[in-house]
C-alpha cells in the first residue's frame, strides 16, 4: 500500500468537498495514529459550520470514513494558520507561531499580527518590538482567543 502524502490527501478532500459544497473550506487536516489512524479535517464556511454541516461532509468522504476514523470539526476560537490567506484574514488578532528552527535566538513567538504576504508574516511583540518571519519558517501557528478583552488593532 502506497501512503498518501498530506499534500495529495488535502487535493482529494478539497476536490471532494468543492464537488458536494463549494463554500465549504479546507482549513487544516491532522493524521494521528498512521494510516490507518485518525484524520481530522477542520473546515469553515462563510456562516459558519454546525454539527449538521460537520455530519453531511463526514457522509460525504465515504471513501475516506473506510480508512480512517474520520472526525469533522470548525477550526474554533483558536483557529489553526497554515496559508496565506489564512494568516491575512487575521491580520490585527493576536497569534502564537511556533518556527521549525530558532529564528533570532527563539522558537516561540506570541503577538499581533500586522502584516501578512505570501512569503513573510510580521509580528508585533510589544516591548520586544517586531519580528519579520518567513512562512516557510513556520511550524505551528494559531489565533489566540483572549475572552473579553480582544487585542483587535483598528484597521
Known sequence: MVR??????????E???AAHFPDVELVDV?????????????????GG?????CSAV???????????????????????????AHFAAAVGRDVAVATTEPLQGRRNYRGVLLAAGEATITLDLG????????LAAVAKAHVVHNFGSERRRPE
Not at 4 to 13: K, M, Q, S
Not at 49 to 53: A, I, P, Q
Not at 127 to 134: A, E, I, Q
Open 4 to 13: 498518501e502524502t498530506r499534500e495529495d490527501l488535502e487535493a482529494r478532500i
Open 15 to 17: 476536490a471532494a468537498l
Open 30 to 46: 491532522e493524521v494521528r495514529g498512521g494510516p490507518a489512524g485518525t484524520l481530522t479535517l477542520f473546515i469553515d464556511s462563510p
Open 49 to 53: 459550520v454546525d454539527l449538521e454541516r
Open 58 to 84: 463526514s457522509h460525504a468522504l465515504d471513501d475516506l470514513r473506510e480508512r480512517y476514523a474520520l472526525e469533522v470539526s470548525s477550526p474554533g476560537l483558536n483557529r489553526r494558520l497554515r496559508k496565506p
Open 127 to 134: 516591548g520586544d518590538g517586531r519580528v519579520d518571519l518567513p
